[in-house]
């Protein structure tokens, strides 16, 4: 079946440091992403979304990437901070399923001092 | 601003008692609104949704229900809970479709 998931389950970076955490998709019909940010014990926030017209997005310190031929979505964070721990997920949805956003299954970011 | 509140933040409960978790959201109108369910490391299940008042759509058949009496008002329940009900619930909005969902700060549930 269709899925989304995360190509690694941890990722430990170095302060300052820029951060990549990668995300596969299988469904061709996928037209919106997006990732979230989640903190031990708390509920997902959103840190920045991306339609399928486009292929870059940036926001503050964070930028995503959309490769549409190979199905695949990254999610850069620049100057990593201690702040930026947590378990990241990318998100997806289609048209066809107006209300579903299907998520990944989370990368874990620790952030080394 | 828009907020959404959620309620309790924690709750321990034992096999076969009912359950019941509320969710609010303020600040918006005629939200779509969502329970999803997340598993200790894993990621986030869909269970229902609702576009408006009385109206939910159900992902997973399972023993829990949902109900939207109001506007803004999202209600999980169960009547028995079982032992696999356990985990971390999520409330979420949004206005458009399933674009850019607002969680609440989630319910941790133990069932023993």
């Known amino acids: 079946g269709e899925s989304v998931g995360l190509h690694l389950p941890t990722l430990s970076v170095q302060e300052g440091d820029n951060s990549i955490i990668n995300c596969a998709y299988s469904n061709s019909a996928s037209d919106y992403f997006i990732w979230y940010k989640q903190e031990s014990g708390k509920g997902p926030q959103f840190i920045i979304d991306i339609r399928s017209n486009m292929d870059k997005r940036q926001g503050q310190r964070v930028t995503v990437l959309l490769n549409k031929t190979v199905k695949h979505l990254s999610l850069q964070i620049a100057a990593t901070q201690p702040g930026d721990s947590a378990v990241y997920f990318c998100a997806e949805n289609t048209r066809a399923n107006d209300y579903k956003l299907s998520f990944g299954a989370g990368t874990t970011v620790t952030v080394r001092a | 601003s828009q907020t959404i509140h959620q309620w309790p933040a924690t709750l321990v409960q034992p096999v076969g008692s009912p359950l019941s978790l509320e969710c609010t959201v303020e600040?918006?109108?005629?939200?779509?609104l969502y329970w999803y369910r997340q598993a200790a490391g894993r990621g986030l299940q869909l269970l229902f949704y609702?576009?408006?008042?009385?109206?939910i759509s159900s992902e997973v058949p399972q023993n829990l229900s949902a109900s939207r009496p109001q506007d803004r008002q999202f209600i999980l329940s169960s009547k028995k809970l079982l032992l696999s009900d356990s985990g971390f619930y999520l409330c979420?909005?949004?206005?458009?479709?399933?674009?850019?969902?607002?969680f609440g700060s989630g319910t941790q549930l133990s069932v023993l």
């Open positions: 600040g918006t109108s005629n939200p779509n």
């Open positions: 609702s576009v408006g008042i009385g109206q």
């Open positions: 979420a909005w949004s206005l458009t479709g399933a674009e850019k969902l607002f």
